[in-house]
């Protein structure tokens, strides 16, 4: 990615910064465009905020002007779309926000991305949109691939979703050089701590209850933040303009399972008489729950060559260190604007 000049908006939350990281430190120049709400954190972006390939700027994409001053003045060879509003339990309760960010500012993106490419933009410029395997809804058994039907099932996946169909609109009718993204579940460090691995990292090493929806059984692939981002380069560098590429971490667990093995980690870090898997409690499930995403990524894997390089063992045994070891980044959450409790309807559940 040296060279490049890559406006990357949703760039202080947890993939977008990874990628902005990984992007200065390999010679490209970010404008990071962030709104700062709840999830997005100036200091997951600390690496290289004095680095002079780098220019935050804090705004929304729903704002269209400043947008096109961003593209007018720096002349970006790519646009990556990170910014959403992405917790389900926060698009049950309010929905509104998850419209307003995840499909309205999609269409100020577009717009603006569009009169950029119209006015001249460079010959090798892509829009990436990144999305999630949520847009595809629950399936029972075997894994979606590129060509599944879409079947969201919560306001979020569906704001998602039609996110999704917006660019492939703009592919289709402009010609707007754009790739969607659709990964599974992420991990890794700077995770906003309402999230389940991040949560039940916390909790258990605080001896709080460790809150599971319903019986558990929930079945999710988990993909390390670090390999997405390795992916998303791969796909600017190399993916065709107008497709979609899965981008999944191999296999699929049962959130009790994962939950399990969290409380061994930390019981094994930070010893107790009783192992915290005694902490887990069960809450009401929330409505329309999916119960198995697990998505087909031999078309990335085939076309580009792109694989998962952190096994899963490896990566979650990392990530329950790097919690433990960076309690000042996590603290400075929690005594702001969050209280380590799950948002959304499992507040309710649990009172």
Known sequence: MADRTILVTGGAGFIGSEFVRRAVS?????????????AGNRSTLAAVESSDSHLFVHGSITDRALVNKLLADHRPNAIINFAAESHVDRSIDGPGAFIDTNVNGVFELLEAARA?????APANFRFLQISTDEVYGSIADGRSDEASPLAPNSPYAASKASADHLVRAYNRTYGLPAIVTRASNNYG????P??????????AAALKPLPVYGDGKQRREWIHVSDHCVAIETILAHGKPGEIYNVGGGGDAANIDIVRRLCEIVDEL??????RASLVTYVADRPAHDQRYALDTSKIQDELGWQPAIAFE????????WYLENEAWWRQIQDSNYRGERLGLAVQATG
């Open 314 to 321: 490896e990566g979650i045994i990392r990530t329950v260190r």
């Open 189 to 192: 460090p700077y995770q906003f």
């Open 116 to 120: 950029y490419c119209e006015s001249g």
């Open 270 to 275: 930070c010893p107790t008489p009783t192992s």
């Open 194 to 203: 309402e999230k389940l691995i991040p949560l039940m990292i916390l909790n």
């Open 26 to 38: 390999a010679g490209s120049y970010v404008i990071t465009l962030d709104a700062l709400t709840y």
